[in-house]
């Protein structure tokens, strides 16, 4: 369904009240000062689904059903639809000048919960992907907007979440029933609740089983019985509460803590309960699928997070990364150092943007570009080192010298392919993942470093 702004705020309307600020219950969220702003931001994006000049933007094709769509109920399948994605954050960005959170985070939730419930229902021969297509054929049949919920108040964060005072410092799963689950706690700090119509809650964390309750994943009406919802202050209140305020925006965000009492969800809303091997999962796949599109709407500013190993292609990202901040002093670059091992574990788990890698990658988790330039292998010894008056050095002058390999060396095939020998053959002194410490090393004397 391609929707129109009317059919939103109708929608918004007929709401359950159940948002307050300042102590007051707001009754209608398109019409109180403190909420308006926040659902007109969101019902610009109605606006453009509906132009011509921008509906490719804002509307896609179902990849269920085959029917015009609300692109934000869509399913990521590809790099070009994560693309899209920041091309309409951006676009959303440039309208309002805010964040939209109920065309984002929700989004994001029901794209990374059909991988995450893929898996679960392998290995515990669950129906939670069904379900959860289910919930995904009635977003996209009525183009509602989905707020997306994972920060929990946590408490103390010394302690786990069982072990907290107030277990509800954490939103959990207090009751097991055939028909759905009971839940209680507190999400906080949850952006564009106030403009959407449901939410899609996810485990705040990685959860070990004596925490299973804590592992949760579902979707709830926002006006849910049980459900409170108080609306956090900002410095421009007072503005915003002044009719006709000449230095008041018009558009706006909200963010809310989510005060959840006994709240009864059924079970075909419920995509995760209690299955605390995976909740950890979810957070992974959630940060690397966020991260790779939430540059888009908070533009201008951000982080750059890039592994890179030790080398001199190095000089083209530094290049780039140059380029860009002059163009935008907003962005920070964060270069961590490794080697593949590490690089390629920190880029599974979403900590990397991306990373520049040495030779082959997994083409199931990672996708590959090339850049097509060339290290040169050498070996650094001690200038008094016999082999250092050589003017060439070959293979077999290795084979009886201790020896400083980088812990790649096992699977690079190119440098046992140079080398000649098996690995379980050669005098391996040591092994080190970045080069100033083998240096250290060969300066040392213990050996020759390849």
């Known amino acids: 369904m391609i929707r129109t702004r009317e059919e ?15 102590g007051e219950l707001i009754e209608d969220v398109t019409a109180h000062p403190a909420t308006r702003k926040a659902v007109e931001a969101h019902a610009r994006g109605f606006d453009a689904a509906n132009t011509e000049a921008e509906k490719e933007i804002f509307t896609t094709t179902s990849s269920f059903t085959g029917k015009p769509i609300m692109r934000h109920t869509s399913m990521m399948t590809s790099l070009e639809e994560i693309m899209a994605n920041s ?24 794209n990374v919960m059909w991988a995450v419930t893929s898996e679960m229902d392998q290995e515990y021969g669950t129906d939670y992907q069904e379900r959860l297509k289910q919930w995904i054929l009635h977003a996209q049949e009525t183009g509602i907007l989905v707020a997306g919920a994972l920060t929990d108040a946590k408490g103390d964060r010394s302690l786990k979440p069982s072990e907290q005072p107030n277990p509800d410092s954490s939103l959990h799963i207090v009751e097991y029933r055939e ?6 706690g507190c999400k906080a700090m ?21 925490d299973k309750d804590y592992a949760l994943a579902c979707v709830v009406p926002r006006d849910i019985n049980g459900l409170t919802i108080i609306e956090c202050r900002h410095a421009s209140d007072g503005r915003d509460l002044e009719e006709g305020s000449f230095d008041a925006p018009e558009t706006g965000v909200t963010q809310a803590y989510l005060l959840f009492d006994r ?65 935008t002093p907003g962005i920070r670059i964060h270069v961590v150092s490794g080697d593949t091992q590490d690089l390629t574990d920190r880029l599974e788990r979403g900590l990397f943007d991306f990373a520049l890698l040495f030779g082959a990658t997994d083409p199931k988790k990672f996708v590959r570009l090339p850049l097509h330039l060339r290290d040169r292998w050498g070996v650094l010894m001690r200038k008094d080192s016999p082999l250092s008056q050589r003017e060439a050095i070959c293979p077999a002058d290795h084979w009886d010298k201790p020896l400083i390999l980088s812990r790649q060396i096992g699977i690079q095939d190119g440098f046992l392919r140079w080398i000649q020998r098996p690995l379980e053959e050669l005098q391996v002194a040591a092994t080190y993942n970045l080069a100033f410490n083998a240096s250290l090393m060969a300066e040392e004397g213990l050996g020759y470093v390849l």
């Open 8 to 22: 939103y705020l109708k929608a918004l309307k007929a709401m359950r009240p159940n948002i307050y600020k300042f």
């Open 87 to 110: 091309r309409l954050k951006r676009t959303m960005y440039r309208k309002t000048g805010t964040c939209t959170g109920g065309f984002c985070v929700g989004w994001n939730a029901m």
């Open 179 to 184: 028909d759905g689950v009971v839940i209680s």
């Open 190 to 210: 949850i952006c564009g609740v106030a403009a959407s119509e449901e939410i899609f809650l996810l485990p705040g964390s990685g959860y070990k089983d004596v």
């Open 263 to 327: 709240c009864f969800v059924p079970r075909d809303r419920v995509f995760m309960a209690g299955e605390a091997k995976y909740s950890g999962k979810v957070i992974t796949y959630f940060t690397a699928n966020y991260r790779a599109c939430i540059g888009a709407c908070v533009a201008g500013q951000g982080d750059v997070m890039i592994g890179a190993g030790e080398t001199d292609s190095m000089r083209v990202i530094a290049r780039l990364t140059e380029r860009i901040r002059r163009e």
